[in-house]
Every structure is written in C-alpha cells, then in structure tokens.
C-alpha cells in the first residue's frame, strides 16, 4: 500500500460503513439484499449524509463566492493603484491591502473552494471502493468480501454499478452511462449557472473573477463529459446526486440570502412586498383584536339626539322671605 492508499484509507473505510448501514437499512425496509437498485440508494444515502454534513461549508461558500464578485470592483482600484509598480514594497503593499479588503468582506478566494476540495477525496475514496472493493469482490472494512460480491452482482437496468462505458462492451451499460453522463454534465452547468445569472449583480458580472467563473461554468461540464467514460456507474450516480442536492441547496441558500443587487435579491423584495400587502388588507378591519365596524352612512337631516327626562320628586314652593 503506497503513501496515497494509505492517506486515502480511512475514507473508504467511512464510505464502505456508510453503504453497508444504508445497505441494512433498505434491505429491512423490504428492498431486496442482493438487488441492484439496493446498492444504487446506498450510494445516494451516502451523497446525502455527507452533503448534510457539509452544510456548513456549502453556506460558506456561497457567502465566498457572493463576496468574491462584490468586491471585484475594489480589488481593480487597488489593481489600479499598483500598475506598473514592480518593486517589492509596492507588492507587499499592494498583498497587504488585498488580505484587508478580504478581511473586512469576510472573505477569500479559498474558502469558495472548499467544499468542493474536501469532496474530491471522498470521491476518490467511493471510486476505489467501488473499483477495488467491489469488483475484485475483496471488500473494504465492514464491507466484507460476501457483501462486496452481492453487490458487484447486482445490476440496474442490466448494468452492474462497477461497469464503465469503456470497459464494457455491453449496449445496456454504455446507454446507461451516456445518460448519466448526459445528465452529470447538465446538473454541473446548471448549478453553477444559477449561481451567477441569480445571485450576481449586473455590477458584479463584468470583471475577471466573473469571467473565470463563466469559464469554469462551460470548462466543468466538458471534463466531466470526456473523464466520465472512465467513471463507474456508481460514482456517475454519486455525482449526479451530489449536483441535484447542490443545486437543489444552493436554491434554498439564493432565495433566503441572496446577493445584494442580483435578481435573487429582487425576487426577494417583491416577496416581502406582497406579504406585507397581504398583511396590510388583513389588518384593515382588525385592531387590537377588536373588529372594527365602519359606521352607517347617514342620509337626509341630521337627527337631533334627544335630552332624557330626569326623574324629580314635586316642586317645593317658593318661599318669600319674611320681614
């Protein structure tokens, strides 16, 4: 076992526990143990457990990323400012100035990375699993060898989840990873697409960072595209998964926090526009819990209100002062 292997060991060790317990979990659901969509759920199970983990993370980076095209236009008069000034205390300055513009935004360039870094080792970890573990029916962990067997038996749709489109010259398992294929690259565009077009200001879109990250929109997809024909059925379900939770999440993240400026942020405001609206109309007839009745409206003269007789006992006479 190389330094890799072994670096990379632990992971498959908490990947190959998280299938078997979602594994044991379907199987007593009533799905079947030997069945290939089984073993397909568990590998979404997995997408799941470690994606609700890196919550946190993904909120994180969205806030980076937000940041990291609002102030754009800052990091160019800084730019601005140093052009052409090649001496070292002009760069120290020039690095000094850029980590306290990132300071003060609460952000940097990493931290939009890095969901995506702590993701690719697991990544590494599942295709191992599933190109070591299960197809040479040697097992991983608690994922012992009968277990990896069963599993490498298993198919969906008459692919087994170890199959690759190059691999295999069957015609059910090269139209069943074209398609995942297919929809990997189109759930990685789209979400990376709806982060830009929705929560990016019109400010924010025309300047270099933007322009990198419409590269990487169009770049991304593509290389998923010509490297996926060597991906396992398996890890194409995992990332098909991984882009439907990401952009399922990032929706939710845009429209409770979106960007200052973006049309995210404009859909919000007529959001809270028509709530307030609704709470207006609702309350025009109630005050403090008491409702309010409009007063009758009056026609023709006004009626005189009229004095109530107050009861008196009998007049005592007048009596005249005596001399």
Not at 158 to 169: E, I, K, M, N, V
Request: aromatic share 8%; proline share 6%; net charge positive.
């Amino acid at each position: 076992m190389n330094f890799f292997e072994s670096l990379i060991y632990p992971l498959e060790w908490v990947v190959a526990w998280i299938m078997v317990g979602a594994h044991a979990g379907l199987t007593a659901l009533g799905m079947p143990e030997d069945g290939g969509w089984t073993w397909a759920l568990s590998i979404v199970a997995l997408v799941v457990i470690i994606r609700i983990v890196l919550i946190p993370l993904f909120v994180k980076q969205i806030k980076a990323s937000r940041g990291m095209a609002l102030l754009q236009p800052e990091m160019r008069k800084i730019q601005q400012k140093y052009k052409g000034k090649t001496d070292p205390a002009s760069r120290e300055a020039m690095s000094r100035e850029t980590m306290e513009l990132y300071r003060s935004h609460g952000t940097n360039p990493f931290s939009s990375c890095l969901p995506i870094l702590l993701q690719a080792p697991i990544f590494f970890a599942l295709f191992r699993v599933l190109n070591y573990g299960i197809r040479n029916e040697q097992g991983v962990g608690p994922l012992t060898g009968v277990l990896a067997k069963q599993a490498a038996e298993s198919t969906i749709f008459g692919a087994r989840l170890t199959d690759t489109f190059l691999g295999s010259g069957d015609l059910n398992v090269k139209i069943l990873t074209a398609v995942l294929i297919v929809a990997m690259s189109l759930t990685t565009f789209t979400t990376q697409r709806q982060l830009m077009i929705k929560n990016m200001p019109a400010s924010a879109l025309d300047n270099p960072f933007a322009q990198q990250q419409k590269l990487i929109m169009y770049l991304f997809p593509i290389i998923f595209a010509v490297s996926g024909v060597n991906f396992p059925i398996g890890v194409l379900i995992y990332w098909f998964t991984t882009n439907l939770w990401t952009g399922g999440q990032q929706a939710y993240v845009i429209r409770r926090m979106p960007a200052p400026g973006s049309k995210a942020e404009e859909a919000l405001e007529a959001r809270r526009a028509r709530k307030r609206a609704r709470r207006g109309e609702a309350s025009t007839d109630v005050v403090a819990g008491e409702v309010v009745q409009e007063a009758p409206q009056r026609t023709g003269q006004r009626v005189q209100p009229k004095r109530k007789d107050r009861n008196r006992g009998p007049a005592e006479p007048t009596r005249r002062p005596q001399n």
